[in-house]
């Protein structure tokens, strides 16, 4: 085959990405295989990197997916540290930030998600850490000496991990976030308050109801000042306030774009032979029975392989309902399925806001379920939401244990 043409392409070099080799090989042992990744690593797992790494449960040279002998078993070529800029899907071209050209017979988007951006002055300075990737937990661990101090913007998934991390690490940490209680998207009201007093005890300060407005430096640090009339100096400044879906590629050739990357229940977006999965696309969920993006690690697995299969010449409808955990000091949970504090909450516990197992419900229907504390109940949780039957809190009082 002429050089710089691949049966299939991959763009984008994290778990989707690398999931969907093994996709594509079970299908296709022969087929050219060629994966772009903008990090100069090989693909690893995220999750690690605001949880584990910092626990001392795992070491940096463990969180890799695979081994390079994986993608030279596999007959990849890897193009790691290039970014693709222009995609040409009629003439089924991607072409690199140095100017190289590659053919595609068929194209896996697989560009997940960037940070969010701080949109106050000095929210670009150079130093602060939007916190996603390898190579910023290594510039932060870097500087994580036990002392020094953090300020935290955000309360959500990633802003809650960090926090916990790098209090159990010794840094004196502040929060900054304008809901009123931690996670308070996803958390019962009860649940997040709970969690905010737990965070508190553990010496974190928080700063509810507040945002930064405006952010520079002093020495090596950095002075924040808030819409309350704050100031807040700190060593260290990490933002996690979220991701956007990576769809400048697939906008600019094009594509049809909502929530991200449209794709159908293949995971096809609206130009043949393009594929999307990840935290780019935009899927319809069988089980909940709506369009979403879900950013999270067992999405992007299975999604991958999915997409692998199905750009191989699999039929395979993507009906998979991912479950995502987090870990925040002694206290962690699994969740699966549509965990929003807007829905109906019904919670079993067993210990209060400790464990138990929390319902989301919609007009009687388990439509999420979050396990606080409580493992190996993952399947169980899927099954009541697939059931989609009315259920009472008498009913669910002890289904999940």
């Keep these: 085959m002429p050089e710089n043409v691949f049966t299939y392409i991959i763009v984008g070099g994290g778990l989707a990405g690398a999931s969907a080799i093994e996709g594509i090989r079970e299908q296709d042992a022969a087929g050219t295989l060629l994966l772009i990744g903008d990090e100069k690593h090989l693909p690893y797992d995220r999750p690690p990197l605001s949880k584990k790494l910092w626990l001392g449960k795992k070491r940096v040279d463990e969180i890799f997916l695979h081994d390079a002998a994986f993608y030279r078993a596999n007959h990849v070529e890897l ?45 670009e300075l150079d130093g602060i850490c939007y916190f996603r990737y390898l190579d910023d937990y290594e510039k932060v661990r870097a500087k994580a000496a036990p002392g020094r101090s953090v300020l935290v913007v955000g309360g959500g998934f990633i802003g809650s991990e960090m926090a916990a991390a790098l209090c159990v690490n010794g840094l004196a940490v ?9 996670c308070q998207l996803v958390f019962p009201p009860a649940l997040s308050l709970a969690m905010r007093n737990y965070f508190l005890d553990k010496g974190i300060v928080i ?17 924040t000042r808030t819409e309350k009339g704050r100031e807040i100096g700190s060593d260290i400044v990490i933002v996690g306030i979220g991701i956007q879906p990576e ?19 293949y995971l096809q977006t609206s130009y043949p032979g393009i594929y999307a999965a990840g935290d780019n696309a935009y899927f319809p969920c069988k089980a909940l029975g709506k369009k979403m993006r879900a950013e999270h690690w067992d999405n992007a697995l299975n999604q991958g392989k999915y997409a692998g299969r199905n750009m191989a010449g699999s ?38 806001n400790r464990k138990g197992v929390v319902y ?19 399947d169980a949780a899927r099954q009541l939401i697939l059931k989609s039957e009315d259920v009472t809190e008498a009913g669910l009082r002890g289904a999940i244990r």
């Design 79 to 123: 193009k790691l540290g290039v970014t693709v800029t222009r995609l040409d899907p009629f003439r089924k071209t991607v072409a690199d930030d140095s100017g190289n050209e590659y053919h595609y017979g068929k194209l896996l988007l697989a560009t997940g998600g960037r940070p969010r951006p701080l949109p106050v002055p000095g929210g």
């Design 315 to 352: 039929v395979q409808p993507y009906d998979y309902l991912a479950y995502f955990f987090s870990d925040l000091f002694e206290f962690g949970y699994e969740a699966v399925g549509e965990v929003s504090s807007k829905l109906t909450v019904f919670a079993d516990w067993q210990e209060e």
């Design 247 to 265: 769809v400048k590629l697939a906008s600019s050739a094009g594509l049809k774009i909502e929530n991200g990357i449209v794709v159908n229940e």
């Design 174 to 182: 502040t929060m900054i976030f304008p809901e009123d209680s931690l």
């Design 207 to 223: 700063l509810n109801g507040d945002k930064p407005v405006a952010i520079s430096k002093r020495g090596e640090g950095f002075v």
């Design 360 to 378: 989301y419900l919609d007009r009687n229907k388990v439509r999420g379920v979050m396990l606080c504390d409580v493992w190996g109940q993952v």
